[in-house]
């Protein structure tokens, strides 16, 4: 008997590796296969498995032996990787009919969640009921996303397209202003929308996979113009009780604390809005590397089942003096447990239910289940068991941040507190041996010692995975984390909790939240409070957790002293540079805008800085700064062609990432930027020389500063040439200022590479420019269906007519010319496709 236990045992720990294996390999698919072929993998693992079982069940002395764990595991991954591949196949048979984007549909449903309230815009979820078009039904995804704009908006003309240099053929409506919306709320309304689509940058975030994590499989915008059919609130019902709730509460905290910035700390803590902090305390959050401590994570939802168990425990043993039934039918450690797990559940389920808070209730979960069967598995296992299940109910979470940051702590603490118990257990006894210590600081200062070290240990192992994910880490993070998680645990919150009950003690809360982020910006402040690396690869990382984890168990120094060597990977890559001579372009995907890396052997240059999405979102924030500091790049020169916002609107973020970088642009002297760096004017004839490649300034001439011009006539043209390739980045510059540069040189404008004047406008890209330029690639920057149709059907056609290949943005993702390589462009989109991600042809 005791040999088929071990049997069991052994054949567990192969069977929960390979769900989580199958799982894994599945989510490497570049496109899905038929469902069938799922099911049939599936349907066969279960076989073999039953088989497996019989076999074993009629042979119960025979020792487990290698080639039964391989089987199991080979069992499982098929079994992995069957069922994931057939949810992906059942969800994708949901997405929005290509035919159905772009068209003005009449939607009647339900707003499922608390609205997100932005600076332009109110952003929600609705639970679609019914949709038509021109009259007749068609059939949307269950769950769209949708925003409703303020403002003005373009309206429809009869033009192809609506060009924003052109003030008449710009028709601006003023929206109709949002209406409050809640949770609930049924209602009327014309929408368009798209597939989901993101952008798409080397270590950038998949938005896509976001969104199909979510549920959603359309997003658009609310048509709410004068000649647009006003939405209708048609009723009001509690079916969703859980989310009006929350929104409640949040209008609660506004009308209750005055300062929004703490209030937003306040919601984002209470009802999971994350979005309710602003992003300059993010910033100061994550260089203090208290970020995780700022929404409902699983330390509080652990915290808080933790409290909930103690209390409900307490009260089931007291109950045996009223009568003794209770603790008869279940144990108070019992009760305690499955309260206070249930009790965190409603929590997590008042937050939002976010994926973090989904993560932590599954995990808490088979903890408590196992606990109470009797079940004491090694850790390994029951670790490996909480993996598997949330990663069966949440096949995708595999590729979040927060999920290897999760497992990987939890997996660090079960493992070093195994080996540390004895050692820990002899401190405390010789705290409590001390003459010197009264006895009621003997347990706080053990659990001090326990507490410090703990936290030591998980941010020596988590720092490389975090380098990994983040390519950042916070210096200061283990002091602030010192401080800051036992405030914000054990004071923050609660308080911000109770202020539920009691509205003013949100006010004490505010003040705690006010005190705590006043030391952190202290704290960020410090020199080198934060660290950026370059994005190393896999195995770099694999070494330096395996490093961190070395030096924090409690082996000898010997062993734990060859963990130093594993960290230095990861701490010092460095990606190659280009070679003496050759130069390289990366056209960042980030939306309707322009925004070129261009590299040279020891130099770079940032080339326009894409646009500005609202007051808390730009392009420098969202894309260009992790993108910068995941290739570990050092500016020299910010060159920003014209004043256009979807030029410059990231420029704040990456002068501020990038403190040596030089700013050359047309910007008058009065801009905000100017503020920010003082700028060179860009000059025709201004030329450097890097590395044995060219830079040279065509536009603007020195008299167009001296007489009034459009902003687009003042882009700064870029020639790149090392002798034998060119590139020609021409800003938005348009006709007039394309005959001016074919009248004056020519021979000095034919390129390999030519990034698209005016993303493809009709008032750019003129038949005597292309002649003269004869680019073999055109890089189109441009937004996924932009208002503008850029790149304009006339205007791809003179590109297709001469035999350029033009490459739009949408389509490619970030876009890598090499000038050792002319004739090909790398797009980011075919380099890692996967089969969440949008199909579309260059």
């Not at 071990?6 to 929960?16: D, I, K, S, Y």
């Not at 401590?293 to 699983?298: E, F, H, R």
């Not at 705590?516 to 770099?540: D, E, I, N, R």
């Not at 020891?602 to 808390?616: A, I, V």
Request: hydrophobic share 50%; glycine share 8%; with cysteine.
């Amino acid at each position: 008997m005791r040999s088929s236990i071990a049997t069991g045992r052994a054949g567990f720990g192969p069977a929960l590796a390979g769900l989580v294996a199958g799982v894994a390999w599945q989510l490497q698919q570049s496109a899905l296969w038929p469902a069938d072929r799922y099911a049939a993998l599936a349907a066969f693992a279960l076989v073999l498995a039953a088989g497996g079982y019989a076999f074993k069940a009629r042979h119960l002395e025979r020792p487990a032996s290698r080639m039964a764990g391989v089987l199991v595991f080979s069992m499982a991954l098929l079994l992995g990787f069957g069922l994931t591949g057939w949810r992906a196949i059942a969800f994708q048979a949901t997405a929005l009919n290509p035919s159905l984007e772009g068209r003005d549909i009449d939607v009647t449903g339900t707003v499922m969640a608390m609205p997100q309230i932005g600076e332009d815009a109110v952003r929600f979820r609705l639970e679609v009921a019914s949709a038509r078009l021109d009259g007749r039904a068609v059939t949307l995804p269950p769950q769209i996303m949708l925003g409703w704009y303020s403002g003005f908006a373009a309206r429809d003309t009869k033009a192809t397209s609506v060009e924003s240099s052109d003030a008449s053929e710009l028709a601006l409506d003023l929206q109709r202003q949002p209406q409050p919306l809640r949770a609930g709320e049924r209602w009327r309304m014309t929408v368009r929308l798209k597939a989901p689509h993101g952008n798409s940058n080397p270590h950038g975030f998949d938005y896509e996979l976001w969104l199909w994590e979510q549920g959603i499989q359309a997003t658009g915008y609310v048509r709410a113009g004068p000649q647009d059919a006003p939405p209708l609130r048609l009723s009001s019902d509690w079916r969703h009780p859980v989310e009006r709730a929350r929104q409640s509460v949040r209008e609660a905290i506004y009308r209750q604390v005055d300062n929004r910035q703490l209030a937003g700390v306040l919601a984002a803590l209470v009802v999971g809005d994350q979005n309710a902090i602003e992003r300059a305390d993010w910033d100061v959050f994550r260089a203090t590397g208290v970020a995780h401590l700022m929404s409902i994570s699983g330390l509080h939802i652990t915290m808080f089942a933790w409290v909930a168990s103690l209390l409900i425990g307490r009260l089931w043993r007291a109950s045996v003096r009223l009568t003794p039934r209770l603790c008869l039918a279940l144990p108070a450690s019992s009760a305690g447990a499955l309260g206070g797990l249930l009790l965190a559940a409603l929590y997590a389920l008042f937050s939002g239910w976010g994926v973090p808070a989904q993560r932590t209730i599954w995990m808490l979960a088979t903890v408590v289940m196992l606990r109470q069967g009797s079940r004491h598995w090694p850790w390994a296992h029951t670790w490996l068991l909480a993996m598997a299940v949330v990663v069966m109910l949440d096949p995708w979470a595999l590729l979040q941040a927060g999920f290897w940051l999760s497992f990987v702590a939890v997996g660090v603490l079960f493992a070093t507190d195994s080996r540390a118990e004895g050692a820990g257990q002899q401190s405390a006894e010789s705290l409590s041996d001390s003459k010197f210590l009264p006895w009621w600081l003997h347990r706080p200062l053990y659990g001090l010692w326990r507490t410090a070290r703990e936290q030591w240990v998980v941010t020596l192992a988590l720092t490389p995975l975090s380098l990994l994910l983040f390519n950042q880490v916070s210096l200061v993070g283990l002091l602030a984390n010192a401080v800051a998680i036992p405030w914000v645990t054990l004071v923050v919150t609660p308080l911000a909790l109770l202020g539920v009950i009691y509205a003013p003690i949100w006010e004490m809360a505010a003040w705690a939240v006010g005190l705590l982020t006043g030391g952190l910006q202290g704290l960020a402040g410090w020199p080198m409070a934060s660290v950026s690396v370059a994005a190393a690869p896999l195995w770099c990382a694999l070494a330096g957790v395996l490093g961190g984890g070395l030096i924090a168990l409690r082996l000898p120094w010997p062993w734990r002293l060859l963990g130093v060597p594993l960290l230095l990977p990861v701490l010092l890559w460095q990606p190659a540079r280009v070679a003496p001579g050759q130069f390289e372009l990366l056209g960042a995907d980030i939306g309707q805008g322009n925004a070129v890396l261009v590299r040279t052997a020891s130099h770079s240059l940032l080339y326009d800085t894409g646009p500005r999405f609202s007051r808390e979102s730009d392009a420098g924030h969202r894309v260009l700064v992790p993108l910068l500091r995941a290739l570990g790049e050092r500016i020299d020169i910010l060159m920003l062609s014209h004043r256009d916002s979807d030029h410059t609107g990231g420029a704040p973020a990456v002068l501020a990432m990038q403190p040596q970088a030089r700013l050359l642009s047309s910007i008058e002297d009065g801009h905000q930027l100017q503020a920010l760096r003082p700028s060179t004017r860009c000059i025709a004839g201004q030329r450097w020389v890097w590395d044995g490649v060219d830079f040279e300034v065509l536009a603007p001439a020195a008299g167009d500063y001296d007489v009034p011009n459009k902003s687009n006539a003042m882009s700064c043209v870029l020639r790149i040439s090392n002798g034998a390739q060119t590139a020609l980045l021409a800003g938005d510059i348009e006709a007039p200022q394309e005959a001016r540069l074919v009248a004056g040189d020519p021979a000095r404008l034919k390129a390999d590479f030519l990034l698209v004047p005016h993303h493809g406008s009709k008032t750019s890209s003129s038949p005597g420019f292309l002649d003269a330029v004869q680019p073999r690639l055109a890089l189109a920057q441009a937004g996924y269906r932009n208002r503008f149709g850029h790149p304009v059907a006339v205007v791809a056609a003179r590109y297709d007519e001469r035999g350029i290949r033009l490459v739009r943005s949408p389509a490619c993702g970030a876009a890598t010319w090499q000038s050792w390589e002319p004739a090909h462009l790398t797009c980011q989109r075919h380099a890692q496709k996967r089969y969440w991600q949008p199909r579309e042809g260059l």
